[in-house]
């Protein structure tokens, strides 16, 4: 089942659209936006994304080169810290860790 992402031309927002079939003709897909409903939408191009499996995160654990040279007392050294947190995780993290993440920069 394809997964698609469409940028809607009224709020500019992107919305995903699974398909239940492969064999569905998507060129007469008309979704709405999830947001605005507006149905001005434009088909992306998708970047390929790969999950593990919930139970491998479970076991994940940053590595020694991620954790050894944080300095607590530094702002900036935990954000850069949070930096290789998020890219070890191969990006996808919270919006609340991103919003930690900015508290950091903007105190």
Known sequence: MPL????????QK????????VSEDTKDLQPNCDHCQGTDMQRLISKFSFRAS???????????????DVNEDSPASIDSYMGRIKKEMGGQTSPDF???R???KNP
């Open 98 to 100: 991103n919003r930690e």
């Open 4 to 11: 698609y992402e469409y940028r809607c031309g009224d709020c």
């Open 102 to 104: 900015r508290d950091l």
């Open 14 to 21: 992107i919305s995903s659209v699974l398909v239940r079939s």
């Open 54 to 68: 919930w139970g491998d995160s479970l076991n994940w654990v940053p590595s020694g080169e991620t954790s050894r």
